[in-house]
């Protein structure tokens, strides 16, 4: 196939295009380099199936050939209201990513009759009330708040995919996506598994906002993108939750990422400044993707934060 794939040069992006040309696929990679990193590509950078087109997906798209599938990954994903790659701090972008950059990413799979996948979030269910998150929840979201900049606009994105399927027939896929981490996250992302990192291997105390009881569930990247390949062919049309149903909480993964890396500096508590907007739980039910894709994560925690620590150990200068 001949793939076009947005946000190619983000973290998730950059893997996805590394899979399908390991596959024998023809990628095309569009990022306006945002919150992407042209150094996520920099390997692929001559490959004779591999193009690359520097472009914002808000703004309409050009694509000279035809293409048969159309993966939409471009969007700011951190919550993080410090980063400067926070959807906080880039939230017109962020909607646009998620409204007209859909629009337009739809537009070029009608165009070519080509297969259409969203990336969508476990943040379209906001603070859930429903544990386990089923793709049959609505959520529990604030329409208004700080977050709903990327809530909202996935929200509205999934909304656009299925109005696209129902009324032009577009071949269209949907995955929501849960915690995931593994090399190239950005070091400055904000997110806890970078955050952690970062501290642990400075050798400083990992901060814990309130008392670390808050949980995540966390997918490592390779796990991640072999269920969205999944999902791609397949001929499952709605949502599909992709995640590691393997919750733990804050104040245990903080410990874990201590002993992984021999920090002796320990932990550090704030008050929950970030608490009342962040999610007090989150794991997946990922029943529809084991019955539908056969999919389930095979890496466990320690084994992929083995394979993520010596990328952030570089990043830092310490190797």
Same mark, same amino acid.
């Given at each position: ?51 690359f087109i520097r472009h914002d ?12 599938a159309v993966l939409h990954f ?140 808050q949980t995540r569930s966390f ?44 920090? #002796?500096?320990? $932990?550090?508590?704030? &008050?929950?400044?970030?608490? +009342?907007?962040?999610? =007090?739980?989150?794991? @997946?039910?990922? /029943?529809?993707? #084991?019955?539908? $894709?056969?999919?389930? &994560?095979?890496?466990?925690? +320690?084994?992929?934060? =083995?394979?993520?620590? @010596?990328?952030? /150990? ?6």
């Amino acid at each position: 196939m001949k793939i076009l794939i947005t946000g190619a040069a983000g973290f998730l992006g950059s893997h996805l295009c590394e899979r399908f040309l390991a596959d024998g696929h023809e990628v095309i990679g569009m990022d306006n380099f945002v919150t992407g990193n042209s150094e996520n590509l920099a390997h692929l950078s001559g490959h004779p199936r591999f193009l690359f087109i520097r472009h914002d997906v808000s703004n309409f798209i050009f694509v000279p050939e035809r293409v048969n599938a159309v993966l939409h990954f471009a969007s700011p994903a951190s919550p993080n209201p410090k980063s400067p790659y926070g959807y906080v701090n880039l939230p017109i972008q962020t909607l646009k990513a998620g409204a007209l950059g859909t629009h337009n990413t739809l537009g070029v799979s009608r165009r070519y009759k080509a297969r259409f996948l969203l990336a969508s979030t476990s943040e379209i269910y906001g603070d859930p009330l429903e544990h386990p998150q089923k793709e049959t929840y609505w959520g529990h979201v604030d329409p208004i708040g700080p977050r709903s900049v990327y809530d909202e606009a996935k929200r509205f994105a999934e909304a656009l995919t299925m109005a696209y399927h129902r009324y032009h027939g577009l071949d269209t896929r949907i995955v929501r996506i849960f915690n995931t981490y593994g090399p190239r996250m950005l070091l400055e992302d904000g997110r806890v598994v970078p955050t952690f990192l970062r501290q642990a291997l400075s050798g400083e105390p990992l901060t814990i906002y309130g008392d670390g009881s808050q949980t995540r569930s966390f997918c490592y990247v390779d796990d991640l993108i072999e269920g969205i390949v999944r999902l791609l062919n397949s001929d499952e049309h709605h949502p599909v939750n992709l995640g590691n149903p393997n919750e733990i909480s804050i104040l245990e993964f903080g410990r874990t990422i201590n002993e992984l890396v021999g920090n #002796k500096s320990g $932990l550090v508590y704030k &008050p929950g400044e970030r608490g +009342e907007s962040d999610p =007090q739980r989150r794991r @997946p039910d990922i /029943s529809l993707a #084991k019955q539908v $894709l056969g999919w389930e &994560p095979k890496i466990s925690l +320690e084994a992929g934060l =083995q394979k993520t620590i @010596p990328y952030f /150990s570089k990043k830092l200068g310490l190797e």
